[in-house]
């Protein structure tokens, strides 16, 4: 199927993915906030963990688990982002642009690219 421009016809149509974008980068700082608490926790177990191995283990465990937080968390919060700006994308923005009269419109609903 090919989408066509509702106000010029022209078949030269391009998605547009600014809510998915928007809401992966909002999500990755959302995530990587709350990574941030899971950091802290995991610090903590980290350093309970390394505490078997004494001081640089206390150390080590607890970078590795700050850092292991913070991975998680922001990782987790970009795909949960980005998977909501899809949604935003198709229910509320305009999320094909018309390259010839630039042109933004709505997918029709129901339909899917590839
Ligand atoms: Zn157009």
Redesign the pocket.
């Given at each position: 199927m090919s989408l066509q421009?509702?106000?010029?016809?022209?078949e030269?149509i391009v998605p547009r993915e600014v809510g998915k974008r928007a809401g992966g980068v909002i999500g990755a700082a959302g995530g990587a906030a709350t990574g941030a608490a899971g950091a802290v926790s995991g610090a903590q177990a980290g350093a309970v963990v390394g505490a078997v191995a004494g001081p640089v283990g206390v150390v080590l465990g607890g970078l590795a688990g700050a850092l292991f937080g913070g991975l998680v968390g922001g990782a987790a919060g970009c795909v949960a982002g980005a998977k909501l700006g899809e949604v935003v994308d198709e229910k509320v923005l305009g999320n094909c642009e018309?390259?010839?009269?630039?042109?933004v419109f709505s997918n029709p609903s129901g339909q899917h690219q590839g």
């Open positions: 421009c509702p106000r010029c016809h022209s030269r018309c390259l010839e009269c630039g042109c």
